[in-house]
């Protein structure tokens, strides 16, 4: 037995030997089989070449080849192959999130286009000086559901295109006037995204290199072939719809965390048929993290984006740069620059990174970038996306998701079988409203979570009975300890000088107190709070109103000679800035100079000039949200951002009455209490 062995392997020995290969001749194979673009198989066989002249045992060979290997794992023409069914889409949508209308009517919007796109009638531009195969090549074309338009040179060609859209041109080489290859170049100069095939009897290898050379798509020689010309044309236009329907949009999610942003980026993904990839760009500094390091040393590599690329394997996938409102930037350079031309379609066709040193096309890339404050991205990136808003969850909103998504999801995350465990509406109300105070869903989860383990804990301890367990409101507390968070403005009285504002802030809708204080002084204006310098300008706008119209306050006209007024905003330690703190800051001074209570359950928002005027403002929807978290009742808003207030749903005016107000003497009646004013018009 061993020596039979030995027999084989010597055996087989040469035929080893006779088929080997050097590395260089492997490497030519594997570009060859690739099936690479034609530049990008230029530019590896350049470097197999410069490898071919390079010790080894130098530095420079290993980052060759390695550069190759990277060339070859790159996906240039693969791509997801996927079918638009907008019943799917939905349905997955549905199903991964609870309400998000406008998010999910969006992508149901650019499905749907597509869906068009790829069902329309395609047209066709024969060109050719003889009518006998122009005749032969309409009749075939149309009778595989093709429109066609003919024309006799490529002057009359000319002519139906700046008619008509065409899809596709099939022209003769040699016709008078002006011939196939001019009117190539008229074509690729006028209109680049209509493929020509070339047809023509003097077909030889330097007139088809040539042509293709130009940008024809493809050569076919006459006599036709009439099948092979179905064929072609059924390929070239294929491929055409294909690029058309990949090229996605470039969406923005912009709103509060934890409301769903890149879970929704999933969806999409799952209901496109596509691959997912996520990179944050929170922290980025280094411009090379997105753009690669140049090959000009050991150890560079590509950037982020490229090296996505390659990890999922395909062209078209869905593309989420998360948190693209934190990236930072210094002497390293400036990473936001590099998603211009990312995010850009006209540019993005030729991306090149700079390790890789070849254009890559991410035009099929469907991207997506997620924000919490839009004011930090630059004007010129965000001018090249479409914002999509993400607002926060009504209260009803968050008990649908808490019940059909959180709450399995929590208990199987603690191994407790869902049949025994339920959680009342009265239960999740509470923790929503004592345990939580936010726009998104995070603190909700996570103390859904701390819930679940503790009676994991309870369970293995014994203490949970075998039956089911219902968690009421009274467990909540046992389990959570007291509640966490007071309805500010609902359970806080009527105070003279105090009033409530609503602002909006990178976590959503938010509720402020703006406190004022007068003392014995020399008219100094005092503001504390962290404060921007649009907050400062407003509060001082605010004094300067008051002090022209004393009278029709009823203010001693002499009250800031000696006096000083202090307007400070708690929670210090949290910078605030922007103009939507006017009205809020008037109401509470106006309530000290007259000595009229404010009423706490009253929220104001809106910037005021130094005429009295309402300006609207933004954020309605998470500002009337937030009133409605602290407990207030009644809600006044700028007179002119009326539109926003009829748009918004009947969940989220629910329990709370909107006023509009125009003027800044409309608020006073609704905001102070005691002795009315009447000012005159």
Avoid at 145 to 151: D, E, T
Avoid at 456 to 482: H, M, N, Q
Avoid at 515 to 523: C, F, K, L, Q, V
Wanted: aromatic fraction near 6%; glycine fraction near 8%.
């Amino acid at each position: 037995m061993f020596f039979r062995k030995k027999t084989e392997q010597i055996e087989e020995r040469p035929q080893a030997v006779s088929e080997e290969q050097s590395p260089m001749d492997k490497l030519r194979v594997r570009i060859g089989e690739a099936q690479l673009p034609q530049y990008v198989a230029d530019a590896a066989l350049r470097e197999v070449e410069k490898l071919e002249k390079t010790d080894p045992a130098v530095a420079e060979y290993s980052v060759g080849h390695n550069y190759i290997d990277f060339i070859l794992s790159l996906p240039w023409n693969v791509s997801t192959q996927c079918k638009l069914e907008l019943d799917r889409a939905q349905s997955i949508l549905d199903a991964r999130h609870y309400g998000l209308s406008q998010v999910k009517q969006r992508i149901l919007e650019f499905l749907a286009a597509k869906t068009l796109c790829g069902k329309a009638r395609q047209s066709i531009l024969v060109v050719d000086d003889e009518e006998i195969a122009r005749s032969n090549m309409e009749h075939v074309l149309k009778k595989d559901g093709y429109h066609c338009r003919v024309a006799v040179n490529g002057l009359d060609a000319m002519r139906v295109l700046a008619e008509e859209d065409i899809d596709l041109v099939i022209t003769d080489l040699k016709m008078d006037q002006m011939d196939g290859l001019e009117l190539l170049q008229q074509i690729n100069r006028v209109s680049p995204e209509i493929p020509v095939i070339m047809i023509t009897g003097f077909a030889t290898v330097s007139s088809a290199v040539e042509a293709l050379r130009k940008g024809a798509a493809h050569y076919l020689g006459k006599p036709v072939n009439l099948d092979e010309l179905r064929r072609t044309v059924k390929e070239v236009l294929q491929k055409k719809l294909f690029v058309m329907m990949g090229r996605g949009p470039i969406l923005c999610f912009t709103g509060p965390p934890g409301t769903g942003k890149t879970s929704v980026g999933r969806a999409i993904a799952e209901a496109l048929q596509r691959q997912f990839v996520r990179v944050s760009l929170a922290g980025l500094r280094d411009e090379a993290e997105l753009r690669g390091h140049r090959r000009t040393y050991v150890g560079a590599l590509p950037g982020r984006i490229i090296s996505e690329m390659k990890r999922v394997g395909f062209n078209n996938p869905v593309f989420m740069l998360d948190e693209i409102d934190k990236i930072g930037q210094d002497f390293r350079g400036d990473p936001a620059s590099v998603l211009l031309e990312v995010l850009d379609p006209e540019q993005n066709v030729h991306f090149t990174d700079h390790y890789l040193e070849i254009p890559f096309d991410l035009s099929r890339v469907m991207f997506i970038a997620t924000a919490n404050d839009l004011s930090r991205i630059p004007g010129p990136l965000l001018d090249r996306m479409e914002r999509i808003e993400f607002s926060g969850y009504t209260d009803r909103e968050k008990q649908q998701i808490a019940k059909q998504f959180i709450v399995p999801r929590q208990l199987k995350a603690a191994g407790l079988p869902r049949t025994t465990i339920h959680f009342s509406d009265d239960a999740i109300t509470r923790i929503i409203t004592d345990y939580t105070r936010e726009s998104g869903l995070r603190n909700l989860e996570r103390e859904l979570a701390d819930i679940c383990r503790k009676i994991a804990l309870l369970c293995l301890e014994s203490k949970c009975p075998e039956d089911s367990v219902e968690i009421d409101t009274e467990t909540v507390t046992r389990l959570l300890g007291p509640r966490k968070f007071y309805r500010d403005a609902a359970e806080g009285g009527p105070q003279t000088g105090i009033a409530t504002g609503l602002v909006w802030a990178e976590t959503g809708g938010e509720i402020i107190s703006v406190e004022t204080a007068m003392m014995p002084g020399s008219g100094q204006l005092i503001l504390t709070g962290s404060l921007g310098e649009v907050l400062q300008e407003s509060a001082q706008a605010v004094l300067s109103f008051i002090r022209s119209r004393t009278r029709e306050f009823g203010v001693r006209d002499t009250f800031f000679q000696d006096s000083d007024i202090h307007i400070h905003f708690p929670s210090g330690g949290i910078p605030k800035d922007g103009p939507s703190a006017g009205i809020t800051i008037f109401a509470a001074l106006l309530s000290l100079l007259t000595g009229r209570p404010a009423r706490r359950d009253v929220a104001l928002t809106g910037e005021m000039t130094l005429s009295g005027r309402i300006l609207p403002v933004s954020g309605i929807r998470e500002k009337v949200l937030a009133a409605k978290r602290a407990g207030a009742v009644r809600v006044l808003l700028p007179a002119a951002n009326r539109e926003e207030v009829e748009a918004l749903a009947a969940d989220v005016t629910e329990g709370v009455e909107i006023l509009l107000i125009s003027m800044a003497g409309d608020a006073i009646d609704h905001v102070l209490e005691g002795k009315s004013y009447i000012l005159p018009l």
